[in-house]
């Protein structure tokens, strides 16, 4: 996976968070992820 990618895939993400309003640390933790498979 491109790094790019995987920032757009965090961008998407992120929004998707603030649209349905999750709790933060769970998305944190998702985006945490999301960047240390996408090296």
């Known amino acids: ?3 790019s990618a995987g920032r757009y895939l965090m961008f ?3 929004r998707f968070s603030v ?3 999750f709790s933060g640390s769970s998305w944190i933790s ?3 992820w ?4 996408s090296l």
């Open 34 to 37: 999301v960047r240390s498979w």
């Open 19 to 21: 649209i349905h309003g």
């Open 30 to 32: 998702g985006s945490a």
């Open 12 to 14: 998407l993400m992120f």
């Open 1 to 3: 996976m491109s790094a």
